[in-house]
């Protein structure tokens, strides 16, 4: 997941997000986006978290002005993850299998 969030970071001309740095994070929608449907899906959160009233304050208190989430765009991004990377996933074992199995 992280490879696919540097991408796209990349593609807005942000720098790449390095695993376990102590440095900030530079904000953007994507990222934040990425991030929260990052946490839904490796803490079973549920996507209706993001419109939480104490979890709206929080991300005000920490980047006033941040424009809040809707669960169904969670649920959406978190979906399309899952589309394209089944497809990386898929090609990856097929090139596993490349040469060893030859379907009848």
Do not use: W
Not at 30 to 51: D, E, I, K, W, Y
């Amino acid at each position: 997941m992280l490879k696919g969030m540097n991408a796209c970071l990349q593609a807005q001309g942000i720098s790449k997000m390095q695993p376990k740095d102590d440095a900030p994070i530079p904000y953007s929608v994507a990222g934040h986006r990425a991030l929260l449907a990052q946490c839904c899906a490796t803490s079973a959160c549920p996507f209706n978290m993001v419109s939480d009233p104490d979890y709206l304050k929080e991300v005000q208190m920490l980047r006033p002005g941040t424009a809040a989430h809707s669960p169904n765009t969670i649920s959406r991004d978190l979906n399309q993850i899952y589309l394209d990377m089944s497809i990386h996933v898929k090609n990856y074992f097929k090139s596993l299998n490349r040469g060893l199995y030859h379907p009848p």
